[in-house]
């Protein structure tokens, strides 16, 4: 079982330029989430969505667009980078509106230079 | 503004003794409860999870202890083993705002 796919695993990217990365699910849950992971401050929720077609900001969503046009995939874009935004990026999903357990993709590294 | 946060960064217990990770929150609206393990260069995982009107559970080798007086938040393993060397995050939510917050976690270190 699949469960979260998250790709690229890992990527360098010059500041100023558009990345967008991917996420995918295959257990049909209604909401997903973007988390992003700095040492020291643990996992900080950047856009989330409920269902398809809605999304939400969350705690640091300030830099990152999200989009739910259906159940499946949840992308994440950054249009233009900064190095304060190097992270690591999880992608996560729950079959209920987030009282319940969260799926963790296994991340994707992301280095702005 | 109101966190979810851990008493200690770190934590090194010798295999096969019991481990306890603390965990404190603020907001008392605070309804749900969630521990995660993170091993590394992997996402986290689910271990065990507590609502507001139970003050204990189980899982298997796990307890989850919650005190709503002080809002404190407990993870006790037993036996801890070597497969237990992880990161260990508490989360919360509410019912009303239906997204977990993260602590930022505790490093427990098993010592063989």
């Known amino acids: 079982t699949a469960g979260i796919t998250q790709a690229p695993t890992s990527q360098i990217l010059a500041a100023g330029r558009s990345m967008t990365l991917r996420c995918t699910q295959d257990?049909?849950?209604?909401?997903m989430y973007w988390y992003r992971q700095d040492l020291g401050l643990g996992l900080r929720l950047i856009h989330y969505?409920?269902?398809?077609?809605?999304?939400g900001k969350g705690e640091v969503p300030d830099g990152y667009s999200v989009s739910r046009a259906n159940t499946d995939d949840f992308p994440l874009t950054l249009a233009s980078a900064v190095p304060s935004q190097t992270s690591v990026y999880f992608c996560?999903?729950?079959?209920?509106?987030?009282?319940?357990?969260?799926?963790f993709g296994e991340g994707s590294r992301l280095t702005v230079l | 503004g109101e966190s979810v946060g851990l008493h200690l960064p770190t934590l090194s217990v010798q295999e096969g003794d019991n481990s306890i990770i603390n965990c404190a929150y603020s907001?008392?609206?605070?309804?749900?409860f969630i521990w995660y393990k993170q091993e590394s260069g992997k996402g986290p995982q689910f271990i065990i999870d507590?609502?507001?009107?139970?003050d204990k559970r189980q899982g298997q080798r796990v307890t989850v202890l919650l005190n709503k007086t002080v809002k404190h938040l407990s993870l006790q393993i037993a036996a801890t083993q070597p497969g237990d060397s992880a990161v260990y995050f508490c989360?919360?939510?509410?019912?009303?705002?239906?997204?977990?917050?993260f602590g930022a976690g505790t490093t427990v270190t098993v010592r063989a």
């Open positions: 989360a919360e939510s509410t019912t009303n705002d239906y997204k977990l917050s």
């Open positions: 907001n008392s609206a605070s309804d749900y």
């Open positions: 257990m049909r849950h209604n909401a």
């Open positions: 969505s409920n269902t398809a077609g809605t999304t």
């Open positions: 996560a999903s729950s079959d209920s509106t987030g009282t319940g357990e969260l799926f």
């Open positions: 507590i609502r507001s009107n139970m």
